[in-house]
Antibody, heavy 120, light 112 residues
């Protein structure tokens, strides 16, 4: 079955960077899209961007350009998101989700989410 | 960006009742291919979101047919018939027609 397993919670200092991972299994990663999302607890969800694992092509929400960088490693079926120059406003839960494009063209499987806390 | 306006912000319902949630977009969500990429998700407490309905009215995998979606262009509705205890959580509409994809503010469903 399809699984998306995200890395563990992060506590990072302001100004630092963090790299989050999303390891997949149960489907053909190399021809799929992955999206990433931000959710501050108690608030709605924001779409950060997406990446096509086939060629590494990306699309970003303008709001997160310069903040987030999406990459993939097809050899390990893992997607990554780098978050740079972190501030307290980046403290949130971050989700990865597969963007299924053959039937639903929607986010059909989600990772469990990872809490990133930015604090000195 | 497309603004998704969801109402009501919260609902309190008894088991077995039916409820409806509205989602209105600031632009038409019909894509150039003729399809409408408006989806509904449920985020149960402490969980990641789950796909309930895709492209307005199609049930996600394993989703009971108590859930139904209707609408077109800019006006959409999620209906839950015969609410069950497991339905509690926050419901979100999301549009994937226009970049950036955007979410509604959510509707919190509580069980009386």
């Amino acid at each position: 079955q399809v699984k998306l397993q995200q890395s563990g919670a992060e506590l990072v200092k302001p100004g630092a960077s963090v790299k989050l991972s999303c390891k997949t299994s149960g489907y053909t990663f190399s021809t799929s899209y992955m999206s990433w999302f931000k959710q501050i607890p108690g608030q709605s969800i924001e779409w950060i961007g997406m990446i096509y694992a086939g060629d590494g092509g990306t699309g970003y929400n303008q709001k997160f350009k310069g903040k987030a960088t999406l990459t993939v490693d097809t050899s390990s079926s893992t997607a990554y998101m780098d978050l740079s120059s972190l501030t307290t406003e980046d403290s949130a839960v971050y989700f990865c989700a597969r963007l299924e494009t053959t039937v639903a063209t929607s986010f059909d499987y989600w990772g469990q989410g990872v809490m990133v806390t930015v604090s000195s | 960006d497309v603004v998704m306006t969801q109402t009501p912000p919260s609902l309190s319902v008894a088991i077995g009742q039916s409820v409806s949630i509205s989602c209105k977009s600031s632009q038409s969500l019909v894509y150039s291919d003729g399809k409408t990429y408006l989806h509904w998700l449920l985020q149960s407490p402490g969980q990641s979101p789950k796909l309930l309905i895709y492209q307005v009215s199609n049930l996600g995998s394993g989703v009971p047919d108590r859930f139904s979606g209707t609408g077109s262009q800019k006006d959409f509705t999620l209906k839950i018939s015969r609410v069950e205890a497991e339905d509690l959580g926050v419901y979100y509409c999301v549009q994937a027609t226009h970049f950036p994809f955007t979410f509604g503010s959510g509707t919190k469903l509580e069980i009386k």
